[in-house]
């Protein structure tokens, strides 16, 4: 999937869940906003990524680095290493570890997880799949029966679409809860 892409897909999960457990607008919207930019968090590992741009003079170090050691472990230098369940398992430790796990910011490691995990969903059901399960199943890319071409029309056209549209929707359905005294502001 593109980087913008995989943006859209962060706030449309990032908003949807955020609205699914009741969260208050000063909270979800940082919350969306966190998880779109964890969404982009596993194409740090291309150069041309929108996360590699946005860390300017460290992105390319930072990029290379992770290249390096996913080829070191035999895996590809992009859609390697943090493409797969073990770094989304870490990722999220580390950000319940940096947050606390009793702190009253909680949401935060739950929106990084989330954003980094709606990424890899975005990717899996691309043409080349993703090496998901390293090291439980080596390398092997796991693929999905039904595959779209990453940035082709489908994904940029019909999904894209679907997202926003999603995005719109829950939008308008949280502001009719909050109308109803049904959900928080
Ligand atoms: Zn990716």
């Given at each position: ?73 035999g895996g590809n ?92 929707v829950l939008f ?14």
């Amino acid at each position: 999937m593109m980087g913008r892409n995989h943006r859209t897909s962060g706030i449309l999960t990032g908003f949807g869940v955020g609205v699914a457990v009741g969260l208050s607008w000063p909270v979800l919207i940082p919350f969306t906003v966190i998880t779109a930019v964890a969404a982009l968090l596993p194409d740090l590992d291309s150069y041309n990524s929108i996360a590699v741009k946005c860390l300017g003079p460290l992105g390319h170090p930072v990029c290379t680095g992770l290249r390096r050691l996913s080829q070191l472990l035999g895996g590809n230098a992009h859609r390697g290493l943090t493409h797969t369940v073990a770094a989304w398992l870490v990722v999220s430790a580390l950000a319940t570890l940096l947050v606390g796990v009793t702190s009253s910011f909680w949401w935060v490691a739950l929106a990084v997880s989330l954003g980094y995990l709606t990424h890899l969903a975005g990717d899996i059901g691309t043409i080349r799949g993703l090496p998901l399960l390293w090291p439980y199943r080596g390398w092997r890319d796991i693929k999905m029966p039904l595959r779209f071409k990453a940035g082709g029309s489908f994904e940029n056209y019909v999904i894209r679409s679907l997202m926003i549209m999603g995005v719109c929707v829950l939008f308008l359905v949280h502001i009719g809860l909050v109308a109803w005294g049904l959900t928080y502001v």
